[in-house]
């Protein structure tokens, strides 16, 4: 399973974009990105995931790089309630083992 | 639909005792799986079920070990507990999709501490 690089903290101020990058260098091509947040040790919430195409839904949207070794998450609006640590995770089809990195700690500042 | 649920919430036990979570998947999901969090080591994957049948395991001693029913809700064992063993115990379910595309849905997790 190919490993992710972020970065270990960000903040963002309330109801402004935040943009959560993670390196995927080594993606195979059958692996796809995957986003959770965990909120003070709750369990891990999904958010969004993607193979190569740009995603959007409700909670968030997700950019892919052409070249698949990176990718960005946006929150566009955030809250106070997004305060979280972020996960990206890249997972092979078929595999059921998500190999989690630190995350990123995002802060959202009023 | 309900999501995943998993009992107990919270767990006290001492050295050397064993204990058993329990995990139910959100309905129609096959596959059940379980991580382990500590503050030190974070979110490593424990093992994973599939019909019953265990088919991708972490990197864990045998001390660790689990069981999925016929209706897929799933336990996990933790025998000759020692201190290390606190953390937090997340179970997550998936449908398993063909193709592959699936993802994995948590529960609250179970907090077990190891006095």
């Known amino acids: 399973d190919a490993k992710t690089t972020q970065p270990t903290s960000m903040d963002c101020a309330e109801g402004r974009a935040a943009n959560l990058p993670c390196n995927h260098s080594?993606?195979?091509?059958?692996?796809?990105v995957y986003w959770y947040r965990q909120i003070h040790s709750q369990g891990p919430q999904y958010i969004i995931h993607g193979l190569k195409n740009n995603e959007t839904n409700e909670m968030a949207s997700l950019i892919i790089t052409e070249d698949r070794k990176s990718s960005t998450l946006i929150l566009p609006h955030a809250t106070l309630r997004d305060t979280a640590v972020y996960y990206c995770i890249v997972r092979a089809s078929g595999t059921y083992k998500y190999i989690f990195g630190t995350g990123t700690r995002l802060k959202v500042l009023a | 639909k309900a999501g995943v649920t998993q009992t107990p919430r919270y767990l006290i036990k001492t050295r050397g005792q064993q204990v058993t979570l329990s995990c139910s998947p959100i309905?129609?999901?096959?596959?059940v799986s379980w991580y382990q969090q500590t503050p030190g080591q974070g979110l490593q994957f424990l093992f994973e079920y599939f019909s019953e049948t265990q088919r991708n395991k972490g990197n864990f001693p045998g001390r660790f070990s689990g069981r999925q029913f016929s209706n897929s809700r799933s336990e996990m064992n933790v025998s000759t507990l020692e201190l290390g063993d606190s953390a937090l115990y997340l179970c997550?379910?998936?449908?398993?999709?063909?193709?592959?595309?699936?993802?994995?849905?948590f529960g609250p997790g179970t907090r077990l501490t190891v006095l």
């Open positions: 997550a379910s998936s449908r398993e999709l063909a193709g592959g595309e699936d993802t994995q849905y």
């Open positions: 309905s129609g999901h096959r596959s």
């Open positions: 080594t993606i195979s091509g059958n692996e796809y």
